[in-house]
C-alpha cells in the first residue's frame, strides 16, 4: 500500500506563498495520475489540480488556475503545488492523492472517487 505524506502547509498573509509537498513511498509512484484536492470546515472535500503520471499534462480548478501551479517529480517519488497569490478563501487542509488505475490515458479526472491512496492533510490558513 503506497503511503503518501503531505508537508509545507502552514499560516500565511493573504497575497503570500507557500510550496506543499507530498512524498510518496514506493516504486510505483511514476505510474499513477496524482492530485491534490482541499476540504474547508463544513464543505465538502474539493478539487484543486492533477498532474498526469507521464508528467505532461496539468488540470486546475477555475478556482486556483493561474495562481497555483502542480508539478512532480518522478526520480523523487514527489508532487508538489506551488501556490502564489494567496486569498483567504483558499484556507482548508489540502490532501494529495494517488489516481487507483495506473497508465490511464486521456483526460485528467477531478473525482476523489478515482483516487485510491490518501495522505493524512497538511493545514493552509490563510490570514486577510
Known amino acids: 500500500q503506497v503511503q503518501l505524506v503531505e508537508s509545507g502547509g502552514g499560516l500565511v498573509q493573504a497575497g503570500g506563498s507557500l510550496r506543499l509537498s507530498c512524498a510518496a513511498s514506493?516504486?510505483?509512484?511514476?505510474?499513477?495520475?496524482m492530485g491534490w484536492f482541499r476540504q474547508a470546515p463544513g464543505k465538502e472535500r474539493e478539487f484543486v489540480a492533477a498532474?498526469?503520471?507521464?508528467?505532461?499534462?496539468?488540470y486546475y480548478a477555475d478556482s486556483v488556475k493561474g495562481r497555483f501551479t502542480i508539478s512532480r517529480d518522478n526520480a523523487k517519488n514527489t508532487m508538489y503545488l506551488q501556490m502564489n497569490s494567496l486569498k483567504p478563501e483558499d484556507t482548508a487542509v489540502y490532501y494529495c492523492?494517488?489516481?487507483?488505475?495506473?497508465?490511464?490515458?486521456?483526460?485528467?479526472?477531478?473525482?476523489?472517487?478515482?483516487?485510491?491512496?490518501w495522505g493524512q492533510g497538511t493545514q493552509v490558513t490563510v490570514s486577510s
Open positions: 498532474i498526469s503520471w507521464s508528467d505532461d499534462t496539468t
Open positions: 492523492a494517488k489516481r487507483t488505475a495506473r497508465y490511464t490515458v486521456g483526460v485528467l479526472t477531478t473525482a476523489p472517487s478515482a483516487f485510491g491512496s
Open positions: 514506493g516504486r510505483t509512484f511514476s505510474m499513477y495520475d
